[in-house]
């Protein structure tokens, strides 16, 4: 089972005890996937699913409110894998009345008012639109979340607007063809969101993952910062040598200063060891900046004689 499965599931189980709660989530999945069609002289709300989970939750939520489900088709795709969905159908004027009792319209593209009211309730109805369309992606490749809405402009702007200003959640949205995609892709936005829909064994699940993608992170900046003075390191060893050489062949290390003689003889039989470690072993010892400065003073030596 993928991760965006998991999410459903979890979701799917949530219990159906709040009334209201029940109806906020049925919105959602009216304004995420509701569609009119026509039979004649007859009017229908379809929503089609492509997850037989939340067609099943669907048709409990409809149970649960007592609206009349007309018609239900179970579908099944045969490509590279079994995919197993359906859609629900109602007679549009039950709908349209049930949700008129509740001061809500179908027809409105800003959020209803018993949605916008309660924490509680939006998050249901935030649930309604994530099991009509959404999914998210396995945090250990990304953070990513997002939710395919059939439904028009105003209305994707309004929830844009109204999570941005009531919990400080950041929403991309891009059209894709004739559909809508809301994103999220900042990993503290998103657990926010599973909050809010109830999501919270996912939530522990996706923090676990941000720990270790963080742990992994700060490991490999370690490692690289490691790597990068190991090379710069070598590099300057390898310079101190190759001037040392020059000097003692052209001159003779013997006929140094004392000091200068001294840390060319350790340079050259300790060459695996940094400034610091040198300096340790100088008699007297002495500080990585004093090592430092004699070998540079040993290099400027050797470009003055030259490497011929």
Do not use: W
């Not at 709300?45 to 939340?54: A, D, F, H, N, Q």
């Not at 179970?74 to 004027?93: H, P």
């Not at 929403?171 to 503290?188: I, N, P």
């Amino acid at each position: 089972m993928s991760y965006a499965d998991k999410l459903k599931e979890e979701l799917c189980h949530l219990p159906l005890d709040d009334q209201a709660e029940c109806r906020a989530e049925y919105l959602g999945f009216v304004k995420s996937r509701g569609t009119l069609r026509l039979r004649g002289n007859t009017s229908f709300l379809v929503i089609p699913l492509t997850s037989i989970t939340s067609l099943k939750r669907l048709f409990q939520v409809s149970k649960r409110l007592s609206i009349p489900i007309f018609e239900t088709q179970v579908i099944e795709e045969v490509r590279l894998d079994r995919k197993r969905g359906g859609e629900l159908s109602y007679l549009y004027g039950e709908v349209e009345e049930f949700l008129r009792r509740n001061g809500i319209s179908v027809r409105d593209d800003s959020i209803p008012r018993p949605v916008r009211e309660d924490p509680v309730y939006f998050g249901a109805f935030l649930r309604g639109l994530y099991l009509a369309g959404g999914s998210v992606v396995d945090p250990s490749k990304e953070y990513h979340l997002e939710i395919t809405l059939d439904t028009t402009e105003a209305f994707v702007n309004s929830v844009k607007q109204y999570v941005s200003e009531n919990f400080n959640i950041k929403v991309g949205v891009v059209k894709v063809r004739d559909k809508f995609k809301a994103y999220v892709k900042s990993s503290m936005d998103i657990i926010e969101l599973l909050s809010l829909m109830g999501g919270k064994k996912t939530v522990t699940r996706l923090s676990s993952a941000i720990e270790v993608r963080k742990i992994r992170s700060d490991v490999s900046r370690t490692l690289n910062f490691l790597t990068a003075n190991a090379n710069k390191s070598g590099q300057a060893m390898a310079k101190h040598v190759k001037a040392i050489r020059i000097v003692d062949r052209k001159l003779g290390i013997e006929n140094l200063e004392e000091d200068l003689q001294q840390v060319a003889i350790l340079r050259l039989e300790n060459e695996d060891l940094n400034l610091r470690e040198l300096g340790e072993i100088m008699n007297p010892p002495m500080s990585k900046s004093a090592v430092y400065n004699r070998l540079k003073k040993l290099m400027a030596l050797a470009e003055e004689l030259g490497d011929k």
